[in-house]
């Protein structure tokens, strides 16, 4: 194909997982609302009646925690006050989650603190309910804020996809720029200024970054103890054999937010209004999170070209990423070749599951490779052969 068009079909290669359809519960959402109504108002209090209205789930976005918007009314003395709201719902863990756990309450804090201790954009959270019975799993409540998302369904790179596509050279560039600059005042948070051991990994390790490896390393191997993946072994092999130095080859330890992409954060007239998902944060080098930004992109961005359209490949090079962020930190950063690669070899294992699950709802065929469950499977060669930074932009 030249002509623009995607056969969605070969999406997923061998699994022919789809582009437009990702199954993430099968709760209703509006006996959630119903339920979440009752709860709150046992937080806001005798005579508040709060009333749950315009509950949906969001599309595009999202393929491991579970989102629910809604509305809410209700008494606050003599005034009436309505508000719309997010909660977070821990996933239904019995229908092959992405992750082996979720901390809610990670996520929580380190909105707050995110939130309280910088100018980076994100929603305000509100409540949390440790409880899982209140209505069938842990949630929290935070406002909901106004702005587009670059859809990850279909994927914004694909060819009259979403406004971002469509949009100018200069708009582009502005909502890149702006999206990095928020990553670089988000890693003004550290751990010799605020206190984030709650984000520390309880791994073993002499740095943050063998720590964070040693992390993902335990993940790898909870998503694979069915069937190893040849492949993934191989590639987490490569990331320990070719560890950057942290302090040398890296920045220091920074808060990092982990699922640092376009695709959560909300923009409005291509600036940053919210910065959101915060299931993976930790404690890492700005490398790692840098390294994240500009390979979700090219995970787009490879699926499209590899189907025969154009693509986005001016955008989110990571010279221009790194240019942008060392100008807005002061900090030079270090060479993202190890760090894009990480972030290629972790998401392929979030692949991985997403495909199994996938595949349990019947959206997706079990390939007869397993590591055919990795749709990009051909990058993480190419990257361990060294061939795939050719045309990268660095």
């Given at each position: 194909m030249g002509d623009g068009t995607i056969d969605q079909d070969?999406?997923?290669?061998?699994?022919?997982?789809?582009a437009d359809k990702f199954t993430t519960t099968t709760r209703d959402p509006d006996q959630l609302g119903r339920r979440i109504g009752d709860w709150l108002g046992t937080k806001l209090g005798k005579g508040s009646n709060p009333t749950v209205f315009e509950v949906s789930k969001p599309e595009g976005n999202g393929m491991s925690s579970e989102?629910?918007?809604?509305?809410?009314?209700?008494?606050?003395?003599?005034d009436v006050v309505e508000r719309r709201l997010v909660a977070r719902i821990q996933p239904e863990l019995d229908k092959v989650p992405?992750?082996?756990?979720?901390?809610?309450?990670?996520?929580?804090?380190v909105m707050a603190l995110v939130g309280g201790a910088t100018d980076v954009p994100v929603p305000e959270v509100l409540w949390f309910e440790g409880d899982g019975s209140v209505i069938g799993a842990p949630f929290f409540v935070m406002a909901r804020s106004?702005?587009?998302?670059?859809?990850?369904?279909?994927?914004?790179?694909?060819?009259?996809?979403?406004w971002l596509n469509g949009a100018s050279t200069v708009d582009q560039a502005r909502l890149q720029g702006s999206a990095v600059e928020a990553l670089a005042a988000l890693h003004e948070l550290g751990p010799e200024t605020h206190d984030l051991d709650f984000l520390a990994p309880e791994r073993p390790g002499e740095t943050s970054l063998e720590r964070h490896l040693a992390a993902w390393q335990d993940y790898l191997d909870w998503a694979t103890h069915d069937e190893r993946s040849p492949l993934l072994d191989e590639c987490f092999a490569w990331l320990r054999a070719n560890l950057p130095a942290e302090g040398i080859d890296t920045g220091p330890p920074r808060l990092s937010w982990g699922d640092a992409r376009i695709g959560n954060m909300m923009f409005v007239d291509f600036e940053v209004a919210a910065v959101l998902d915060w299931e993976m944060a930790s404690i890492a080098p700005p490398e790692v999170d840098l390294g994240w930004m500009t390979y979700l992109h090219r995970f787009f961005d490879d699926l499209t070209?590899?189907?025969?359209?154009?693509?986005?490949?001016?955008?989110?090079r990571p010279a221009d990423v790194v240019a942008t962020y060392e100008a807005a930190s002061g900090r030079t950063v270090g060479d993202l070749r190890w760090h894009m690669a990480y972030a290629a070899m972790r998401h392929g294992v979030i692949m991985r599951r997403v495909t199994e699950r996938s595949i349990h709802f019947g959206e997706a065929v079990r390939p007869e490779s397993i590591d055919d469950l990795i749709i990009h499977g051909a990058t993480l060669r190419s990257m361990l052969d060294g061939t795939y930074w050719d045309d990268v932009g660095f």
């Open positions: 070969r999406i997923g290669g061998a699994a022919k997982l789809s989102t629910l918007l809604f509305s809410a009314r209700w008494r606050d003395g003599a992405v992750f082996s756990s979720y901390d809610l309450r990670l996520q929580f804090d106004a702005g587009d998302v670059p859809p990850d369904v279909m994927p914004y790179t694909f060819p009259d996809s979403c070209v590899d189907l025969g359209a154009e693509g986005m490949r001016q955008f989110m």
